[in-house]
């Protein structure tokens, strides 16, 4: 069992983690996201889903400092936990396939982060509302993939469904529509 004083702790650790990293002290952050990962691994539940969030955010890290390998064991490990707390059909089994497909995308695994990039969109199309932000996310990360993988005629109506999502019901970053402007841009310029 999980207990309460280790959830605290480890809810503490973890943001530690964020903070350090936040603040570019990428050494701490690591230091913390592991330390948040060992009290997961000493508890008597150490598949607890929670442990996905500093997995997630380890494999961030990681990714950045070119260690893809790594990354790419810790999203998996990530996505295992929640699809067997939570099963295949949640928001945040949908968001460990993204976090999978941005570390293959890191080891230069085209074809398997595709692959997790629509298997984490069927997800949240099967659940979600057609007018969801978190939708218009998963539709723009895999429209942009394509567009920078040089499949311009398949991003675009990813691109274009996202749009029309942020147009009605904006994500929190003003910079992702932003994003997601230019990147219509230089698919409708790659299509010409």
């Known amino acids: 069992r999980f207990s309460a004083y280790q959830k605290r ?9 964020r903070l ?8 701490e952050a690591r230091a913390l996201y592991e330390r948040s990962i060992a009290i997961h691994e000493s508890s008597q539940r150490p598949d607890h889903p929670d442990i996905a969030y500093p997995l997630r955010n380890l494999a961030g890290l990681l ?16 996505l295992e936990v929640r699809r067997k ?3 295949d059909r949640h928001p945040e089994v949908a968001e460990s396939w993204h976090d999978l497909a ?5 080891r230069n695994d085209l074809k398997g982060a595709l692959e997790a990039l629509h ?18 996310g998963g539709l723009f990360l895999l429209g942009d993939v394509l567009r920078l993988h040089g499949r311009p005629g ?3 109506p990813y691109l274009e469904e996202a749009a029309a999502i942020w147009r009605k019901k904006p994500p929190v ?18 299509l010409h």
């Open 102 to 106: 941005r570390s293959r995308l890191a």
């Open 154 to 156: 398949e991003a675009m």
């Open 9 to 17: 702790q480890d809810l503490l650790v973890e943001a530690l983690g």
């Open 173 to 190: 970053s003003q910079g992702e529509v932003a994003a997601l402007d230019a990147a219509i841009v230089a698919t409708r310029a790659a």
């Open 85 to 87: 707390a939570f099963g």
């Open 119 to 136: 298997i984490g969109v069927d997800i949240f199309r099967s659940i979600l509302p057609a007018d969801s932000p978190q939708l218009a």
């Open 20 to 27: 350090a990293e936040a603040q570019g002290d990428r050494a």
């Open 63 to 78: 990714r950045q400092e070119g260690e893809t390998a790594a990354a790419v064991k810790l999203c998996e490990r990530a």
